[in-house]
Nanobody, 122 residues
Framework: QVQLVESGGGLVQAGGSLRLSCAAS????????MGWFRQAPGKEREFVAA???????YYKDSLKGRFTISRDNAKNTVYMQMHSLKPEDTAVYYC????????????????WGQGTQVTVSS
């Protein structure tokens, strides 16, 4: 069992930055692919970024260059640094853990966090 707890969300002006964190319980964190997803009001949840257990990274095409995912296996934590935030980035951001990277990239997750709200004002 893995429990995920996100933090770092908040209100930021357009052009600002935030760093989200996702702390995981359990001793097998390093064996999971980790990902970030988001869901804006009235929209479906969408893939944002993922990182494999071997630190390969994957991004939603439109977010490349603004968002960076990373992980620290010693701290059981995955991060997402977000720069040049836009109002359309406003959403609840969820962390997910999944044994299979391809499943994660297709939106599946063995475990999900409760989400953290990111609000970008114009």
């Amino acid at each position: 069992q893995v429990q995920l707890v996100e933090s770092g969300g908040g209100l930021v002006q357009a052009g600002g930055s935030l760093r989200l964190s996702c702390a995981a319980s359990g001793r097998t964190f390093g064996t999971y692919a980790m990902g970030w997803f988001r869901q804006a009001p009235g929209k479906e949840r969408e893939f944002v970024a993922a990182i494999s257990w071997s630190d390969n990274t994957y991004y939603k095409d439109s977010l490349k260059g603004r968002f960076t995912i990373s992980r620290d296996n010693a701290k059981n934590t995955v991060y997402m640094q977000m720069h040049s935030l836009k109002p359309e980035d406003t959403a609840v951001y969820y962390c997910a853990a999944e044994k299979g990277l391809s499943r994660l990239l297709n939106g599946a997750g063995d475990y999900w966090g409760q989400g953290t709200q990111v609000t970008v004002s114009s």
